[in-house]
């Protein structure tokens, strides 16, 4: 099964929810791919990969950052935020994320350029069969680490030069990178992207459509918000059998208690 689950990432880090939702989802994601690959019968056999697009919460967002808490605030009122930090760090631990609230926010256009590059790397080695590491997701998981555990600023350039680099292991080349967001190209692409995904009937994140591909015959699985373990995985299994997702619910149960 070539079949990426494709998911729309934000590019916001709203009130606590878009950016931080979007990062358990991709874990809880990746949990059940495993666990897919590790139980069901043929899954270790088929190659699942994850394709990054972008998505606007608010496009308008100040480029120049701002205070993460000064954000929440103004979006919940002061009396609300302790609740929510604290609902979002169980969360978060759960999945192996360390939430930290002392960063900055502003617009992740930037960010969505870098993964907008990174996707497209990583098909080019794909294409010159340099190996199937997925360089895209390395990058999304390194900008999710450092903007929202790290505390790193990722609407600023030499951010994210430095964590392309890093986490693609030199597939991004620090010059190419740099070159890339100063000069703003892919903007128009990460814009059209966003605008498409409205089109197809998305309104918020995270937001995950499982296929074939964007050239495969057929209807694809779509799941909205950071769905549990176990749901990803009935997904996956119902799109590998032709199933409805009501019908993989018990081939599922079998997955995740023989764990």
């Keep these: 099964m070539d079949s990426p689950p494709e998911q729309v990432i934000p590019a916001e880090s709203e009130e606590g929810q878009g950016g931080r939702s979007c990062y358990i989802g991709y874990r809880r994601l990746t949990k059940a791919i495993r ?24 496009r308008d967002a100040p480029m120049e950052s701002v205070p993460y808490i000064e954000r929440m605030t103004q979006r919940l009122g002061a009396d609300k935020v302790p609740a929510a930090k604290a609902r979002l760090e169980r969360l978060g631990v759960q999945e192996g994320i360390h939430f930290k ?11 969505h350029q870098v993964m907008l590059l990174s996707e497209l790397v990583s098909r080019e080695e794909e294409n010159y069969g340099r190996g199937d590491r ?3 997701t390395a990058v999304a998981e390194g900008i999710f680490r450092a903007h929202f555990e790290d505390e790193l600023d990722i609407t600023d350039i030499e951010t994210l030069v430095r964590i392309a680099v890093y986490t693609s292991e030199g597939y991004l ?3 190419k ?9 892919g903007m128009e692409e990460v814009d059209d992207m966003a605008a498409r995904a409205r089109r197809e009937g998305v309104h918020g994140v995270p937001y995950f459509r499982i296929s074939g591909g964007e050239d495969a015959e057929g209807g694809a699985l779509t799941l909205s918000g950071a769905q549990d373990v176990d749901e ?3 997904a996956l299994i119902a799109h590998k059998t032709g199933k409805e997702l009501e019908s993989a619910d018990q081939e599922a149960g079998q997955a995740m208690t023989s764990c």
């Design 35 to 58: 666990l897919y690959q590790k139980t069901y019968p043929g899954g270790s056999q088929d190659r699942i990969r994850i394709s990054w697009k972008p998505y606007f919460l608010d």
């Design 101 to 111: 609230f002392e960063g900055r926010f502003g617009n992740s256009l930037r960010a």
């Design 134 to 136: 997925d360089i895209a």
């Design 173 to 175: 080349e620090e010059a």
């Design 177 to 185: 990178v740099r070159t890339w967001l100063e000069q703003g190209q």
């Design 232 to 234: 990803f995985l009935k």
